[in-house]
C-alpha cells in the first residue's frame, strides 16, 4: 500500500518515457519502411518521366504542320518526307467505328446491369463483364480476324475488322465505368419521377442517363483514350498502309500505333556517303514523332475526360 | 358470371405490380439483349478461336512442317507451344516479381504516407502510366531503355558467373527476357497500384487507431491493420497485373530478340519468346493452316489469361463477401 503512494519521481518519468516512444528497434525499421515507400514511389516516376521526356525530346524534332498532313505514299529508303496524316485517318475513323459499335452495347449493358439486373443473368454478366477487361488484346484481334475471314475470306484486312476487335477490348470498359456512373444517381430521382407516374424507361433516359451524362462522356472518352493506343488488334485485322484510306470497308488502313511498329521495324537506312536527301534515322525520328503525337491525343482525351466531369456534372448536394 | 369475374381480375393483375406495358417492356428487352450480346461475345470469342485453331491441332506433323510454316525440326504444335507458354509465364513471373513491391509501395504511399493533399495528384500520376500507349513503351524500352540496361545485366552476370556452378550469358544489345520484363513491369504497375490502394483505403479505420493506441508506430499499423486486412486485395491485384503481363505484346515485341528455347538465360538474347509476340511477329506473314497454328497458341493464351483473370475476380468477389469490412 505505502509502495504505490511513494513511488519515486523518477520512476514515473521513466514508465512515461517508456510508454510514449517506440523503442530505438522499432523506430528504426518505422524510418526504414518509410523511405523504403517513398523509394518506391521514386522508382516508379523514374520511367515514367524518362518515356515523357525522351519522347517529347526526341519526338519535336520532326513534329511539323508537313508531317501531320502528308502521308508515307511514295516514300521509300532515306527520303528526307513523308508523315502521319493516312495513319491520323486511319486511327481516327477505325476508334470512331469501334465507339459506335461498343458505347451502344456497354451503356444498354450498364442499364440492364444497374436498373433491371436481378438474378443469374446481372450475376454472370457483372462476372464476365471483368473478366473480359483481362482479354489479351492479340486474342480480340485474332477473333476479329476468324470472324471476319468467314466472309471475306482468309487474308482479309480491313479497318472494320480492327473495330470490332477495339470493340471487344472497349466494351467491357465502358459498361464498368458506367455502371459505376449509373449507381451514383440517387435513387430520390427515380422514386420522384415514379410518383410522377413517368413510366420506367422514361425515367432511365430523361432522369438516370440525363443526371450522369457528364459521367457516362468521361467513361466513354478514357475508355477510347484506352483502346486508340492498341497496336497489336490493329496489326493483325487492318495491316499497315502507306497511303490515305478513309474507307473502313475496303482495304488495309493505316493507324499511328502500326506506323510507329513498322517505322520502328524498319530502323535506320543505310546512305550511300554523300547523298544529299538521305537521313539516316529517318525512320525513328518518324516513330518519335507519331509517338508524340498519339501520346498528346491520348492526353488531350484524358484531360478533356476529367473537364467534362468537373465542369458539367450535376450539384447532387 | 363472365361480367361479374372479369373487372377483379384486371385490378388484380394492376395490383401485383405488372405497370409494365408498351415502351418500358421493349426497353427492358433491348437492354437485356445488350448484356445478352456480350456474353455472346464473350461466348464466340471462344468458339471462333477453337474452330479455327483447330486444324492446326488435327493436322499432321508433315502438314505443320510445310503448309504450318513450323520452325524448322518441330513436327507437333506442342513443341511450338511449350516454349512460347514458358516463355510468356517467364517473362510474366518476372514482371509482376519487379512491379508487386513496388505498387504496394505507392499504394501504401498513396493510402498512408503521403500528404492528404499531394495523395490524389500522385494517384492522377500513376495513372498516366496507364495511359501510355504500348507501342511508345515499346519505342522506349528498345530505343532508350535497353542500352541503358544492357550495361547493368552484364555486370549482374558478371557477379552471377563469379558464383561456382553457375553459368549467365548477357548480351550487350540489351535485347534480353530481362529488359522486357522491366518494360512489362512497370506497364502493370498502375493496375496492381489502383486496386492495392482501394483496399487499402478500406482498411477499418478502428483496426488502425487500436494498432496506434497501442503505441504501434507507423508502419506498425500498416503491418498489423492494413497489410493483414489487404492482403487478399494485393494477391488479386498482383493477378490482374499478371494477366496483363501475359497478355501484353508491343513491349515484347520490340524489345525482346526471339528464340525458342526452355531457357532460364533471362539477360541473353536469341533465347524465349512469348505467345502474344510470337502471333504479332509472324501474323503478316502468314497464310492458310500457318494462320490456324498462331489461332491455336492464341487459344493457349486466352485460356491461361481467363484462369487467371477469374481466379483473381473470384478472390475480389470472395472478399467483399468474407472481409469483415461491413
Keep these: 500500500m505505502s509502495a504505490t503512494t511513494s513511488t519515486p519521481v523518477g520512476d514515473t518519468e521513466r514508465v512515461r518515457a517508456m510508454l510514449g516512444s517506440a523503442d530505438a528497434g522499432r523506430k528504426r525499421t518505422d524510418r526504414m519502411m518509410t523511405g ?10 523514374i520511367p515514367l518521366v524518362s518515356l515523357l521526356w525522351t519522347v517529347v525530346i526526341r519526338g519535336i524534332e520532326r513534329f511539323s504542320p508537313y508531317f501531320l498532313s502528308v502521308s508515307m505514299r511514295g516514300v521509300f529508303g532515306g527520303m528526307d518526307a513523308g508523315g502521319i496524316y493516312h495513319a491520323i485517318v486511319g486511327t481516327l475513323v477505325i476508334t470512331l467505328v469501334a465507339a459506335a459499335i461498343s458505347v451502344p452495347i456497354g451503356l444498354l449493358t450498364a442499364v440492364y446491369l444497374v436498373e433491371y439486373g436481378r438474378g443469374p443473368l446481372a450475376r454472370v454478366t457483372t462476372f464476365f463483364v471483368d473478366v473480359m477487361t483481362g482479354i489479351p488484346s492479340i486474342v480480340a484481334g485474332l477473333f476479329a480476324f476468324a470472324l471476319f475471314a468467314i466472309f471475306f475470306g482468309p487474308g482479309v484486312r480491313l479497318g472494320v475488322a480492327a473495330s470490332v476487335a477495339l470493340s471487344v477490348l472497349m466494351i467491357p470498359v465502358v459498361v464498368r465505368s458506367s455502371e459505376e456512373m449509373l449507381r451514383l444517381v440517387p435513387n430520390e430521382l427515380r422514386e420522384a419521377s415514379y410518383a410522377l407516374g413517368v413510366p420506367k424507361w422514361l425515367t432511365i433516359i430523361k432522369v438516370v442517363l440525363r443526371t450522369s451524362v457528364a459521367g457516362l462522356t468521361t467513361g466513354v472518352l478514357l475508355s477510347i483514350a484506352r483502346v486508340i493506343g492498341e497496336t497489336a488488334p490493329i496489326l493483325i485485322t487492318a495491316g499497315y498502309a502507306d497511303s490515305i484510306n478513309f474507307n473502313p470497308f ?68 | ?37 456480350l456474353l455472346a461475345v464473350l461466348a464466340a470469342v471462344a468458339v471462333f478461336l477453337v474452330q479455327r485453331g483447330l486444324p492446326a491441332l488435327t493436322a499432321s506433323g508433315e502438314e505443320l512442317q510445310t503448309a504450318g510454316r513450323l520452325p524448322r525440326g518441330m513436327t507437333h504444335l506442342g513443341q511450338l507451344v511449350g516454349p512460347l507458354v514458358f516463355g510468356t509465364l517467364l517473362a510474366a513471373a518476372i514482371a509482376l516479381l519487379l512491379a508487386t513491391p513496388v505498387a504496394v509501395g ?202 487467371v483473370n477469374m481466379l483473381a475476380r473470384w478472390i475480389v468477389a470472395r472478399r467483399k463477401e468474407f472481409s469483415g469490412a461491413n
Excluded at chain 2, 8 to 33: C, K, L, N, Q
Aim: aromatic share 8%; with cysteine; net charge positive.
Design chain 1, 36 to 45: 523504403l515507400i517513398y523509394a518506391a514511389f521514386v522508382v516508379a516516376m
Design chain 1, 250 to 317: 475496303e482495304g488495309r488502313m493505316a493507324t499511328l500505333p502500326v506506323y510507329i511498329f513498322t517505322q520502328y521495324r524498319q530502323g535506320t537506312v543505310p546512305c550511300a556517303p554523300g547523298a544529299l536527301d538521305c537521313v539516316e534515322d529517318i525512320n525513328l525520328m518518324r516513330a518519335w514523332a507519331a509517338a508524340l503525337t498519339l501520346i498528346l491525343i491520348v492526353m488531350l482525351l484524358n484531360l478533356v475526360g476529367r473537364l467534362v466531369t468537373r465542369f458539367f456534372a450535376p450539384k447532387l448536394r
Design chain 2, 106 to 307: 505507392i499504394a501504401l504511399f498513396i493510402s498512408h504516407y503521403a500528404p492528404r493533399r499531394l495523395a490524389a495528384g500522385i494517384g492522377y500520376v500513376v495513372d498516366l502510366l496507364a495511359a501510355i500507349p504500348s507501342v511508345v513503351f515499346g519505342l522506349w524500352g528498345g530505343r532508350t531503355l535497353a542500352p541503358v540496361v544492357a550495361d547493368v545485366w552484364v555486370w549482374v552476370a558478371g557477379v552471377l558467373n563469379s558464383i561456382p556452378g553457375l553459368e549467365v550469358r548477357a548480351t550487350a544489345t540489351g535485347r534480353s527476357l530481362a529488359t522486357a520484363s522491366v518494360v512489362l513491369a512497370v506497364m502493370i504497375l498502375p493496375i496492381i497500384t489502383a486496386v492495392s490502394r482501394e483496399v487499402f483505403l478500406q482498411t477499418p479505420k478502428l483496426h488502425e487507431e487500436a494498432a496506434l493506441a497501442l503505441g504501434a508506430t507507423r508502419w506498425e499499423v500498416v503491418r498489423t491493420a492494413v497489410l493483414p486486412f489487404g492482403r487478399s486485395g494485393v494477391i488479386s491485384a498482383a493477378m490482374l497485373g499478371l494477366g496483363r503481363a501475359l497478355g501484353e505484346t508491343m513491349a515484347v515485341l520490340m524489345i525482346l530478340s526471339p528464340g525458342l528455347l526452355y531457357s532460364f538465360q533471362i539477360f541473353d538474347s536469341g533465347q524465349q519468346q512469348t505467345i502474344a509476340a510470337y502471333i504479332a511477329n509472324q501474323f503478316p506473314e502468314s497464310s492458310g493452316l500457318a494462320v490456324n497454328v498462331l489461332i491455336a497458341t492464341g487459344l493457349a493464351l486466352f485460356v491461361i489469361t481467363m484462369a
Design chain 2, 1 to 37: 358470371m363472365t361480367t361479374t369475374a372479369s373487372p377483379p381480375a384486371t385490378t388484380r393483375r394492376r395490383r401485383s405490380g405488372d405497370t409494365e406495358r408498351g415502351m418500358s417492356r421493349v426497353f427492358r428487352w433491348i437492354s437485356t439483349a445488350a448484356a445478352v450480346l
